[in-house]
């Protein structure tokens, strides 16, 4: 006998309460599915989210890092004046060797600033103030770029450097004033 013939058999009470049954079982199998099909859309959903949250966090860190950067510069590029240069820098640093020379280099104008250029040549230096004429440059008062060093031990005094060194004082561009 087939299922078919045995519901056909039922009494219409018994075959109401097995068709409200199955109907209900089919309900909650569409409930559960579409159920399942939400919790994995959302789970998605999370962990894209996360993703995008971790990255931003990687991408605030990197700008408070910028902004901090950016703001070092413009401090350090609001302690120039007009009168400093490269000569003057090495001058009030000094570190002089047994003999050194500044010659001006041609002065670049780069967005938001100009780049006052020398190549300072300083003979007989020890290591020591070769470090530390290096370290004062890069990490004084005033913002200064080193553009190229070339260090040289002595022939006569192996304990003692000649530097030539291409340096540019950055100082803030000339504001642009409206002619009529």
């Known amino acids: 006998m087939s299922l078919k013939d045995r519901f056909d058999e039922m009494a219409p009470a018994t075959r109401l309460k097995a068709g409200c049954f199955i109907a209900a079982l089919l309900l909650m199998a569409i409930l559960y599915s579409a159920l399942h099909d939400r919790i994995r859309k959302l789970e998605l959903k999370r962990s894209s989210r996360e993703a995008a949250l971790t990255e931003m966090m990687l991408l605030k860190q990197r700008h408070r890092e910028a902004t901090a950067g950016a703001q070092k510069l413009a401090n350090r590029l609001s302690a120039v004046t007009a009168d400093d240069s490269p000569s003057k820098l090495i001058e009030d640093i000094g570190i002089k060797g047994k003999s050194s020379q500044v010659k001006p280099l041609k002065s670049e104008d ?12 300083l003979e007989g230096l020890t290591a020591n103030e070769t470090i530390n004429l290096l370290h004062r440059l890069e990490k004084g008062i005033k913002p200064v770029v080193i553009k190229k060093a070339n260090l040289k031990v002595r022939y006569d005094d192996p304990s003692k450097f000649d530097v030539v060194l291409n340096i540019a004082l950055l100082k ?5 004033q409206d002619r009529k």
């Open 110 to 121: 780069r967005p938001g600033f100009l780049e006052d250029a020398a190549e300072v040549r």
């Open 172 to 176: 803030p561009a000339p504001a642009i």
